[in-house]
């Protein structure tokens, strides 16, 4: 009787006191973790292989999960602990009181160093056992975590191999040429163009192969802008091909520079060329002062001038582009050529306009009665050294007599003759013998048959007048 008292009043007071916890519960005043706190055991030991580094102390956390389940924020925090391990303690951390059973589910537990030790490694053993619970007389969880740090080993120091020598066969010749667009420019003697390779198929090239793979050409006034070199075309084997970017380095003032398409060439028995690279760098001028070039027209007779001066007109365009009034306003220009300046005249016109070259179409203004006009082609002509003049445009303007003609003028009607007047007859006065008297007047007539008819008329009157007296 006086037992089964004992154990109604131990009942009673779990009761109260669950009671009561779930009242601190619902207030705030504990946690779940409080609310649930179990009796598990969670114990950290650190190892150090080699040597111990200068390390006051390391730091390692716990987290608890329930398998299976993914767990709020605030739930992990209830089952996190954090352990510091240092000389002080012998590098051991426990706790008695972990949460074995969370809302009435297993919990589960891992470990995880926080504090990185330079130079050594961690790693992390996890042991889990059951040990005797003396305090409620029954057993408990044990988690056991060994945390490990090793020294890193260093790696072994392997100096850098030189690279072997290229062989003759990596190397092929390339040409680099530059050709200047609306003229050379003056005082400028030579440009630099820098050619630098890179190997796609090797991540990494040492200092000595790049320096191999960067070369300089120098492009003179004297060997007529034009350059070649031995490069090489690829490394260590024909799978590690070089690719050259092309950069012109001098920069020439009022003057764009275009970098073309560097070109593989096959060999040239002819010229006994190998195989070899070939590049054109192209240089426009640009800005109006530099972008004029010279250009003459001439007028040639075929028959004699007729005119004192005639007008020829040069207008410009951009192949491509529509250009303005005012721009093509810009790109016109007349010539006037006159028996003073020998049929003869030049001036300065554009030869670039914003960067694109100038397409000029002539034409002549005068019209000269009696005479055809043909323009003919204009030709850009190399540099005259005997004239002192630069490379210019040229053009022949010929005009030639047309032959004159005097056609009928009414080919379609015959030709008309004049028509024959009667001729009037002069006044006759008879004598007293009936035979006339007075001046008779004979037609006038040319040559030898009007002699003769007049001979004969003379005749026959003589004879009339014969036989009348004979009567």
Not at 88 to 105: D, H, L, R
Not at 376 to 387: C, F, I, N, S, T
Request: proline letters at 6%; a negative charge.
């Amino acid at each position: 009787m006086k037992e089964m008292k004992n154990n109604w009043q131990t009942y009673l007071i779990k009761a109260i006191g669950f009671a009561f916890a779930l009242c601190l519960l619902q207030l705030g005043f504990i946690s779940t973790a409080q609310a649930y706190a179990g009796d598990g055991e969670i114990r950290v030991t650190k190892i150090w292989e080699n040597q111990q580094p200068a390390v006051g102390e390391v730091k390692v956390v716990v987290q608890g999960t329930i398998p299976g389940e993914d767990l709020s924020q605030a739930d992990l925090n209830n089952l996190k602990y954090e352990f510091t391990l240092d000389d002080a303690n012998s590098w051991v951390a426990e706790i008695n009181t972990a949460v074995t059973e969370y809302n009435g589910k297993k919990v589960e537990y891992d470990a995880t160093e926080i504090t990185q030790v330079p130079d050594y490694t961690s790693g992390i053993r996890k042991e889990k056992t059951t040990v005797p619970n003396p305090v409620a007389g029954s057993e408990k969880t044990r988690w056991t975590f060994i945390v490990t740090n090793s020294k890193t080993p260093l790696e072994p120091y392997n100096p850098p191999q030189p690279d072997p020598e290229p062989q003759p066969d990596q190397y092929r010749r390339m040409t680099l040429t530059k050709e200047w667009v609306g003229g050379e420019p003056e005082g400028v003697e030579e440009v630099l163009v820098q050619v630098v390779g890179t190997v796609e198929t090797m991540n990494q090239l040492s200092q000595d192969i790049q320096d191999k793979l960067t070369y300089t050409f120098r492009l003179t006034k004297t060997d007529n802008w034009t350059e070649d070199l031995n490069v090489l075309w690829y490394v260590f084997n024909p799978a590690n091909k070089v690719k050259y970017t092309i950069t012109e380095v001098t920069e020439v003032p009022g003057y764009t520079s275009q970098v073309g398409e560097l070109k593989l060439v096959d060999a040239d028995p002819v010229s006994q060329r190998e195989k070899e690279w070939t590049c054109t760098i192209t240089n426009t001028r640009t800005t109006e002062e530099s972008a004029r070039q010279l250009m003459e027209i001439t007028k040639q007779w075929i028959g004699d001038a007729t005119v004192d001066e005639v007008v020829i007109e040069a207008q410009g365009r951009v192949p491509g582009k529509d250009l303005s009034d005012n721009e093509l306003a810009a790109l016109k220009y007349t010539f006037t050529l006159s028996k003073a300046n020998n049929w003869k005249a030049e001036q300065l016109v554009m030869s670039v306009w914003n960067g694109a070259e100038v397409v000029y179409t002539l034409k002549e203004l005068t019209n000269v009665p009696g005479y055809t006009s043909q323009v003919g082609e204009l030709k850009l002509v190399d540099a005259d050294p005997v004239r002192q003049r630069g490379r210019h445009w040229t053009c022949t303007v010929t005009n030639t007599k047309v032959e004159e003609s005097k056609p009928n003028p009414n080919p379609d009607q015959p030709e008309q003759k004049p028509e024959s007047k009667p001729q009037s007859k002069p006044d006759e006065t008879l004598g007293d013998d009936g035979t006339p008297t007075g001046s008779t007047e004979l037609p006038k007539t040319d040559g030898i048959s009007a002699s003769v008819a007049l001979l004969m008329g003379a005749m026959i009157v003589s004879g009339g007048y014969v036989l009348r007296k004979r009567k």
